[in-house]
């Protein structure tokens, strides 16, 4: 079908894109579990397959919805989000300058830590809070990779993609964000400038906390590109056929769960701001938050679904308070359909920068009642 583009890209997704399988009619697509595939009596492929580490069918439906998801020109898969952050600073060389937040998803800055050891790639860490220290971070000539999230993960600093964009293009670096967060539903980074855009798809995409995957989206074909799908041929951080299945089963209610969870945890953020047993509530979705006036134009339908409590005394009261609760589940992870809370300090490690008294909660799609009711039966335990 063809009259694609005047369609609603929520429409598109809910059908993979009018997927129907050409052999059966059937509207969810078969599974194909092979690893090696035959040549002909010339010796020539059957098909354009011929070993599942470089290419199989199970990912090329789920990659062609990633690109359209996020309007790139090509998405690839990975088997968790942190094979594709790899895959990705695979093409930075020695001698070059990464920028990154402070803040940031720990994994991925762990990674860039280990890099810049291992291979003399200068990192700088900016403070995420105001633009201009980004523009003070990068080098002219020297900086390759200016790599972001908005919101930052955990305190929801919300960094203009534009403007770093228009920072990284200017001193001849690129912009890769990281897009787990708001997912493509609110925003799409490459529309507002970036280059790439990744993905923990183990997040909102998949949305059930039972696959792992990560999703590269790039603006355009070029020879990083060319460089990532190679890498990911031969380090094999692959994605498996069923997980490939059960990702592209569960991102078509995307959008119904990333709405219903915004709009629970605008309601949750609103319930508890001013709140005396609570610091603080971090939530891009508030008059309040410092990011509002950024995330109402860059997050055009809902904040997303995760918020942070800053709460009074320490970190012991937040341990307690995330282990009474009878509702949210103390878990980390984010994006799926059961809400989890979580006392980041604890699981980030040494290098964490993430206050003590800070408890990420990450809200499903359960009776938005019910989850406010849990934190206040909890707060009031306390
Ligand atoms: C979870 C997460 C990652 C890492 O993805 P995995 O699928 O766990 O490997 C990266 N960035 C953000 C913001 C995340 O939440």
Same mark, same amino acid.
């Given at each position: 079908?063809?009259?694609?583009?005047?369609?609603?890209?929520?429409?598109?997704?809910?059908?993979?894109? *009018?997927?129907?399988?050409?052999?059966?009619?059937?509207?969810?697509?078969?599974?194909?579990?092979?690893?090696?595939?035959?040549?002909?009596?010339?010796?020539?492929?059957?098909?354009?397959?011929?070993?599942?580490?470089?290419?199989?069918?199970?990912?090329?439906?789920?990659?062609?919805?990633?690109?359209?998801?996020?309007?790139?020109?090509?998405?690839?898969?990975?088997?968790?989000?942190?094979?594709?952050?790899?895959?990705?600073?695979?093409?930075?060389?020695?001698?070059?300058?990464?920028?990154?937040?402070?803040?940031?998803?720990?994994?991925?800055?762990?990674?860039?830590?280990?890099?810049?050891?291992? $291979?003399?790639?200068?990192?700088?860490?900016?403070?995420?809070?105001?633009?201009?220290?980004?523009?003070?971070?990068?080098?002219?000539?020297?900086?390759?990779?200016?790599?972001?999230?908005?919101?930052?993960?955990?305190?929801?600093?919300?960094?203009?993609?534009?403007?770093?964009? +228009?920072?990284?293009?200017?001193?001849?670096?690129?912009?890769?964000?990281?897009?787990?967060?708001?997912?493509?539903?609110?925003?799409?980074?490459?529309?507002?400038?970036?280059?790439?855009?990744?993905?923990?798809?183990?997040?909102?995409?998949?949305? *059930?906390?039972?696959?792992?995957?990560?999703?590269?989206?790039?603006?355009?074909?070029?020879?990083?590109?060319?460089?990532?799908?190679?890498? $990911?041929?031969?380090?094999?951080?692959?994605?498996?056929?069923?997980? +490939?299945?059960?990702?592209?089963?569960?991102?078509?209610?995307?959008?119904?769960?990333?709405?219903?969870?915004?709009?629970?945890?605008?309601?949750?953020?609103?319930?508890?701001?001013?709140?005396?047993?609570?610091?603080?509530?971090?939530?891009?979705?508030?008059?309040?938050?410092?990011?509002?006036?950024?995330?109402? $134009?860059?997050?055009?339908?809902?904040?997303?679904?995760?918020?942070?409590?800053?709460?009074?005394?320490?970190?012991?009261?937040?341990? $307690?308070? +995330?282990?009474?609760?009878?509702?949210?589940?103390?878990?980390?992870?984010?994006?799926?359909?059961?809400?989890?809370?979580?006392?980041?300090?604890?699981?980030?490690?040494?290098?964490?920068?993430?206050?003590?008294?800070?408890?990420?909660?990450?809200?499903?799609?359960?009776?938005?009642?019910?989850?406010?009711?849990?934190?206040?039966?909890?707060?009031?335990?306390?």
């Amino acid at each position: 079908m063809d009259n694609d583009k005047e369609e609603s890209l929520e429409s598109r997704v809910v059908q993979a894109c *009018h997927y129907i399988d050409e052999l059966t009619g059937g509207v969810s697509p078969p599974l194909q579990f092979s690893t090696t595939y035959a040549r002909d009596s010339e010796y020539e492929y059957l098909s354009k397959f011929s070993y599942s580490r470089s290419g199989n069918p199970s990912w090329e439906l789920l990659e062609q919805v990633c690109a359209e998801l996020d309007g790139g020109a090509e998405a690839r898969c990975f088997a968790s989000g942190m094979a594709a952050v790899c895959a990705f600073f695979e093409t930075v060389n020695s001698g070059e300058h990464v920028v990154a937040p402070r803040i940031m998803y720990h994994g991925s800055q762990d990674w860039l830590r280990r890099i810049s050891e291992k $291979r003399s790639i200068e990192l700088t860490l900016f403070d995420a809070s105001d633009i201009e220290n980004l523009r003070r971070s990068v080098e002219p000539g020297k900086t390759t990779v200016v790599w972001i999230e908005s919101p930052v993960n955990p305190t929801w600093e919300v960094i203009d993609i534009a403007a770093a964009a +228009a920072i990284a293009h200017d001193a001849g670096a690129i912009l890769a964000v990281d897009g787990t967060v708001a997912s493509p539903v609110t925003t799409r980074a490459l529309e507002h400038g970036a280059d790439i855009v990744f993905h923990s798809a183990t997040k909102y995409f998949n949305g *059930h906390s039972d696959v792992m995957a990560g999703i590269l989206v790039t603006a355009e074909m070029n020879a990083r590109w060319d460089e990532i799908k190679l890498v $990911r041929t031969l380090t094999g951080g692959v994605l498996g056929p069923f997980e +490939a299945w059960l990702l592209l089963r569960s991102m078509r209610t995307l959008f119904l769960r990333f709405d219903r969870a915004s709009e629970s945890a605008l309601r949750l953020a609103q319930h508890f701001e001013g709140d005396s047993r609570l610091e603080r509530v971090l939530y891009p979705g508030l008059e309040s938050h410092p990011g509002h006036e950024i995330a109402k $134009r860059q997050m055009t339908r809902g904040f997303g679904g995760v918020l942070s409590l800053l709460v009074k005394g320490g970190a012991e009261a937040a341990k $307690r308070i +995330a282990g009474n609760t009878r509702l949210f589940v103390p878990a980390t992870s984010l994006g799926g359909v059961e809400s989890l809370i979580e006392h980041r300090a604890s699981v980030e490690g040494p290098h964490s920068a993430v206050p003590q008294n800070l408890l990420r909660l990450s809200i499903g799609i359960e009776n938005c009642q019910d989850l406010i009711n849990d934190i206040e039966q909890s707060l009031e335990a306390l």
